[in-house]
């Protein structure tokens, strides 16, 4: 009678460590380390202000720390009111980005960049990383990780996180 109660305990347990792990969708694809690079600013699905900008610069943080390359067309909280298209805002990039000599643009979109509400309030991030071949004018890796923490934890360290899991997908 003790033990089906004790592993039914055990596993409640498990259970709620795995409801904070990462869920991450990525495409393995090894892009040269040589080309150059830009990163523009991600796009926010969000109501968060600027999350967009928050995530693009942690992320041009974390290449950097590998050594890559990276050219910033990153502006500021103003460059996305100006654009009245995600489309708009793109050719605009991909534009800036040429003008560099850049051989690809880093851009992505931020889903989601919050605290959950409650006791603990979790920090909760997803957000996509999409490289474009500026030569090709197409999309050559394209990922989004997810991922919530624990209430000691900020939405920046999770964001960290989620970078430092994507960017070994495209560049080795």
């Not at 605290?115 to 991030?125: A, L, M, N, R, S």
């Not at 957000?127 to 991922?147: C, E, H, M, P």
Request: aromatic residues 10%.
């Amino acid at each position: 009678m003790l033990k089906p109660l004790f592993t039914t305990f055990i596993t409640l347990i498990l259970l709620s460590f795995t409801a904070c792990s990462s869920i991450v969708n990525k495409q393995n694809v090894q892009l040269p380390q040589t080309k150059k690079y830009a990163i523009g600013s991600f796009w926010n699905y969000t109501e968060t202000p600027m999350a967009g900008l928050r995530a693009s610069t942690i992320v041009e943080s974390v290449l950097s720390e590998k050594n890559i390359m990276v050219y910033s067309l990153i502006g500021g909280s103003d460059e996305l009111e100006l654009s009245t298209t995600k489309e708009d805002f793109l050719k605009t990039k991909k534009e800036e980005a040429k003008k560099v000599g850049a051989d690809y643009l880093i851009t992505g979109n931020v889903q989601e960049w919050r605290y959950k509400t409650g006791i603990d309030g979790e920090p909760v991030v997803s957000y996509s990383i999409q490289i474009i071949d500026l030569n090709q004018n197409r999309i050559v890796f394209n990922g989004i990780g997810a991922k919530s923490g624990w209430g000691h934890k900020s939405i920046g360290v999770i964001a960290q996180e989620i970078a430092e899991n994507l960017i070994p997908k495209f560049i080795p």
